[in-house]
């Protein structure tokens, strides 16, 4: 029973992870209809940076923040400069431009750091907190983290004049424009948010999966599976899949498929429900009239 819950409890913590990433893949989902396949690497990118300020001497949390920004600023230039002038190009296109973004990201980063796997530090104690042996006091530490982020960004979209018209211009750009709300900066904000959740989620899954240009693949996997699961474009159904998709991976893995086949079990959920849900568990049906 101790085993079960703990690999239930750690399935939590992975999929908070997936959480950060399902959402920010359905922020940009929902202001491009277009699924963000270099998320992943945008989110290595930054943990990177993060690993180079720490080693520059700078304290844990002062990287953190400092990559969080960064990061926002990031995802920004790369709406402004490269998806902005293919935005109304066929949608292949923009595809390819999206897998370009991600083998670019990879191979800058090996170029520049070698994919020579590098240990990254947590800045949670090494000790469990509370003295419990069921979680780490990193796995705990990963939930709290991801937990307070999704609260903000509810908080953000739900109550702030930015974020509400954040929400409109994804969902109805032209009624947007002539309520006079900039629909094109708040793309780009969206760009940047999604960037930044995507950043934390890289510093928070490093010191488990360990730092090379390649550690988010996986993820990223997982992560699309959640955002389908819940729904490509409903946020909290994004959070509800990434925290599903991580418990039956820790699970199945664990106890009925092993290790060595976790990865099957974002690509079955895939599989599956494309077939049977297309629009996922919380996501909207569309029906259209022919």
């Known amino acids: 029973m101790d085993a079960l819950l703990h690999q239930i409890l750690a ?6 992870i997936y959480a950060s990433v399902a959402l ?5 989902y929902q202001a491009t209809h277009l699924v963000n396949f270099a998320q992943g690497e945008m989110a290595m990118f930054s943990t990177y940076i993060a690993w180079t300020l720490i080693n520059a001497g700078m304290p844990y949390w002062g990287a953190f923040f400092l990559t969080v920004a960064f990061s926002f600023v990031f995802g920004v230039v790369i709406e402004r400069v490269v998806i902005r002038p293919v935005e109304n190009s066929p949608v292949l296109a923009v595809v390819v431009v999206f897998i370009a973004l991600l083998f ?3 191979s800058i980063i090996g170029w520049i750091y070698t994919y020579t796997i590098k240990p ?8 469990p907190f509370f003295g419990n042996k069921l979680m780490s006091s990193h796995e705990m530490g990963a939930i709290g983290v991801t937990l307070v982020v999704l609260l903000l960004l509810y908080a953000f979209f739900r109550f702030t004049p930015l974020g509400l018209a954040m929400r409109a211009a994804a969902q109805n750009p032209e009624s947007s424009r002539l309520v006079g709300i900039r629909v094109g900066w708040m793309l780009a904000l969206g760009w940047g948010l ?7 989620a890289g510093m928070m899954v490093a010191p488990i999966v ?14 699309f599976a959640a955002a389908l699961v819940g729904g490509i474009d409903s946020p909290g159904g994004a959070v509800f899949g990434g925290f599903l998709v991580g418990v039956l991976e820790n699970v199945l893995g664990a106890f009925v498929i092993g290790n060595e086949l976790k990865l099957a079990v974002a690509l079955v959920l895939i599989i599956g429900v494309l077939t049977v849900r297309p629009s996922g568990f919380f996501g909207k049906v569309h029906v259209t009239r022919v």
Do not use: C, H, K, R
């Open 194 to 200: 999604a960037a930044a959740i995507g950043s934390v």
């Open 210 to 223: 360990f730092l090379d240009p390649n550690m988010m693949g996986g993820v990223l996997l997982y992560a």
């Open 120 to 127: 990254f530090p947590s800045p949670f104690p090494e000790q």
């Open 11 to 16: 399935g939590l913590a992975t999929g908070g």
């Open 104 to 106: 670019i990201l990879n």
């Open 24 to 28: 920010a893949l359905v922020m940009i």
